[in-house]
């Protein structure tokens, strides 16, 4: 199989899974054979720029929002984080902060945890609005759905009149014994 097809058949299988994924709720393949097919993906289309697309899955994020909840317009576009699968992709990022960040920063590094990206939204410390991703600029209203989740803090001391949070919703495996 030649380049070009060889992308245009990662990207249409690409879309299809991130149709079962991100608008079914029914993934067919585990996210490491996700990962494996987009990692390709991105190296092919960084090694031909000649077939390059402004819809290949490289350039969105997520997908489209399902209709069973009123979707969100995110303020900020809420993106995904890139994967780094060895020591020397870990090596380069470091290499590139160190050039952005002259006087340093502090890493925290956890294990990776795979959950479902939220936008939480709180205004004069009251949490008012939750979002998923969804494409990265529309997402689904699932504010009364996080209501439920005790964990999540529905008021906040000191906070400023606005403040939008950004990280994973997730269940440990130890909910489902």
């Given amino acids: 199989m030649d380049v070009q097809r060889e992308i245009e ?5 690409i879309r299809e899974h991130n149709r079962h994924y991100y608008e079914e709720d029914a993934p067919v393949i585990s996210d490491f054979e996700y990962d494996a097919l987009m990692r390709r993906l991105i190296e092919l289309e960084a090694a ?10 490289t350039q969105r994020v997520g ?6 909840f009123a979707p969100v317009t995110h303020e900020v576009p809420l993106e995904s984080l890139a994967d780094v699968f060895s020591r020397d992709e870990l090596g380069a990022f ?20 795979d959950g479902l990206s939220m936008s939480l939204e709180y205004e004069n410390g009251v949490f008012v609005r939750g979002a998923t991703r969804g494409d990265g600029i529309t997402g ?3 504010t009364e759905n996080l209501r439920t989740v005790r964990s999540l803090p529905k008021k906040l001391s000191g906070a400023p009149p606005k403040l939008i949070v950004r990280g994973e919703v997730y269940m440990s495996r130890t909910v489902f014994s």
């Fill in 63 to 68: 997908g489209t929002a399902r209709s069973t």
């Fill in 48 to 57: 031909h720029p000649e077939y390059s697309s402004p819809d290949s899955p």
């Fill in 94 to 113: 470091g290499d590139r902060m160190a050039a952005l960040l002259p006087e340093g920063c502090d890493y925290c590094v956890e294990p990776k945890i």
């Fill in 9 to 13: 058949a990662l990207r249409e299988e």
């Fill in 140 to 142: 689904e209203d699932v």
